[in-house]
């Protein structure tokens, strides 16, 4: 079982407020949801790649070249807890700090851990963070299933993350297949996702 310390509330809203910085949580994709989109250079992959074991060898590249140890999970959205009277109160769901070289288990337990004594866990969620600092941000989209890298453009991604994080033209011509909620048009979201990350 994963060790409860490595979740904390967000007492006083100070990492809310440092992602909020960086992008704006009402737009959702194929919109651009970073505000300062000259800032960063932009890479896509699947959003269920970023929440598979797995990719936490990407998240400990990505350390290494920004020279930090841990990485942050958070999502912006609340939930519901009924209290003891039955009413149900709004709650923010703790962040995860996760330093990163933990093991590809234990990062699959960080997701998917309860908290506060719900049946609640990061994959519940529909938009996931991962914060390193201001110059490298993950966004995660369940909806769409796709998922962003904001690398700010005076950072240089080494060779063999050039192998897996995909500029967003590269990304789209290897997408056969986008399962996007009914009603949406795939060519538009498409076009549109192209337009806004290019």
């Known amino acids: 079982m994963i060790n409860k310390d490595k979740f904390f509330q967000d007492a006083d809203d100070a990492l809310r407020n440092r992602v909020a910085n960086i992008v704006s949580f009402s737009k959702e994709l194929p919109e651009q949801v970073f505000k300062e989109t000259m800032q960063y250079n932009f890479y ?3 959003f269920y790649y ?3 074991k797995g990719f936490i060898s990407i998240l400990c590249e990505l350390g290494k070249l920004l020279d930090q140890q841990t990485v942050k999970i958070f999502t912006p959205e609340y939930y ?3 209290n003891q009277f039955k ?3 709004k709650r923010k ?3 995860a700090k996760m330093d990163i070289n933990c093991s590809k288990t234990e990062y699959n337990q960080i997701l998917e851990t309860f908290v506060d004594g719900e049946n609640i866990n990061f994959l519940m969620f529909d938009d996931l963070y991962w914060y390193f600092n201001s110059e490298c941000i993950i966004y995660g989209d369940k909806v769409s299933e796709v998922s962003v890298l904001a690398l700010d453009k005076s950072l240089e ?3 063999s993350l050039q192998d897996k994080l995909m500029p967003v033209r590269t990304f789209i011509e290897r997408q056969t297949k986008m399962n996007l909620g009914p009603g ?3 060519d538009e979201f498409k076009k549109k ?3 806004n990350y290019s």
């Open 184 to 186: 949406i048009d795939v």
């Open 50 to 52: 970023v929440i598979d």
């Open 80 to 82: 519901y807890k009924k």
């Open 193 to 195: 996702l192209v337009k």
């Open 157 to 159: 991604l080494s060779t």
């Open 93 to 95: 769901m703790p962040y």
């Open 44 to 46: 896509f992959y699947d």
């Open 87 to 89: 009413i149900n109160r």
